[in-house]
């Protein structure tokens, strides 16, 4: 077997699987497309909160602008002390018509700090439907009323695409060149083709019934992955996982490349730990580095003619999930994809996360153990442990 075969194999089987990813977002798109039921369900919205991310107060700003009948929103930190309750107890103020509660001291319910705190954000929920909602999402005014109505529609559980915006400087254009391109399509590939939804807990809509059947949030209180589990423990329990056609933008604004490397690194680990075939298939979502690699060792119409049909294809998603940024931002590209088969190596290997300051191993099924020698982690429960 040749180099410039081999290069050219991977290159077109890799531009086969983004390709089939891109075309399920493309027809999610196009089938969702409906009015929304008339009869939309009170949401109760969790907003777990740690430190100030960059615009969150615009972000909380644009969850209570949105176009719904009754929602209500629901903010906490861990920590009584946390500069992100200020600004959310501002942005309350100016809202006296909407119920917003804002509340600290979440009690440690397990090693994953989020869960904890959603689980002390849960308590002071009023209504039967539940929505996770990160501190780094700023939605449209639609977006309420686009997840309800497929909770409406027979939803179990709605999460969401992802698109980065606003990036500026290395780190923050390859976060949102990251969210665009691999993550979409990991996602989407998942989801749509391999009918194993792939939950990103950005965005999660269920019932509180529901998350009881299943385990409630104590049963991923000790894991990395709680998005995904619950995603899973849902499909599993015959309930219906669907991911919304309305994408939900993440502003990203400058960022340092290592902070990017480092929570990418970690999803790394989360995804080697709970699907490790999937995790193997990975390099198969980023075809751009073997293109050009192709095109290197064996320039020719066949490398040009996938570039190009790559170019156009990028081209045509970027304009579906409403993308700004100039093809300038595609320059970063090969670099982005650089990082990206460097984080797959690292997290291949590496078991310890340092996740909100805190040192911790990670095993199977994302189950996370303080770090030291006294580690003895019990089991995860259920199928997945």
């Given amino acids: 077997m040749t180099i410039e075969f081999a290069l050219s194999f991977f290159a077109l089987t890799a531009l086969t699987f983004s390709t089939l990813a891109r075309l399920a977002f493309l027809e999610l798109r196009v089938r969702r497309r409906r009015t929304a039921p008339p009869q939309l369900p009170p949401i109760s919205i969790l907003k777990p909160l740690k430190g100030l991310e960059p615009g969150l107060e615009e972000n909380l700003e644009a969850l209570l602008h949105q176009d719904y009948p009754e929602f209500e929103v629901i903010c906490g930190a861990a920590d009584p002390r946390d500069p992100a309750l200020v600004v959310a107890r501002r942005v309350a103020a100016r809202h006296p018509h909407r119920r917003v509660v ?23 929920a009023q209504h039967p439907w539940w929505l996770i909602s990160d501190a780094n999402v700023r939605p ?147 075809p751009l580095l073997p293109i050009l690699a192709w095109g290197l060792v064996a320039p020719g119409k066949g490398a ?10 990028e081209l045509v998603t970027r304009r579906s999930l409403g993308c700004r940024g100039g093809w300038s931002r595609y ?31 990670i095993g199977a099924g994302s189950v996370l153990a303080p770090k030291g020698p006294e580690l003895n982690p019990e089991p995860l429960p259920g199928p997945l442990s």
Wanted: glycine share 10%.
């Fill in 140 to 286: 449209d005014p639609g977006y309420l009323r686009a997840i309800g109505g497929e909770a409406a529609a027979g939803a179990d559980l709605v999460h969401s695409p992802l698109r980065g915006e606003g990036g500026s400087g290395l780190g923050g254009i390859c976060e949102d060149l990251h969210l665009f391109g691999f993550v979409l399509s990991a996602v989407h590939l998942a989801s749509r083709i391999g009918r194993h939804p792939t939950v990103i807990g950005k965005s999660m809509l269920f019932k509180k019934d529901d998350l009881g059947s299943v385990g409630g949030f104590t049963r991923v209180k000790d894991v990395l992955a709680e998005d995904y589990l619950l995603g899973q423990y849902f499909h599993r329990a015959g309930l219906k996982v669907v991911l919304s056609a309305h994408v939900l933008p993440t502003p990203t604004g400058p960022r340092p490349l290592s902070e990017l490397w480092n929570r990418h690194l970690r999803w790394g680990q989360m995804r080697r730990r709970i699907s490790p075939w999937s995790f193997l298939a990975e390099p198969l979502l980023s």
């Fill in 331 to 361: 320059l970063l590209m090969p670099i982005r994809d650089l990082m990206v088969a460097a984080l797959w190596v690292v997290a291949a290997f590496r078991t310890t996360v340092n996740w909100r300051g805190r040192a911790m191993t």
């Fill in 102 to 124: 804002v509340t600290s001291g979440a009690p440690e319910l397990g090693l994953n700090p989020k869960v904890s705190n959603l689980a002390h954000l849960s308590r002071f």
């Fill in 304 to 313: 040009l003619f996938t570039l190009l049909f790559w170019a156009a294809l």
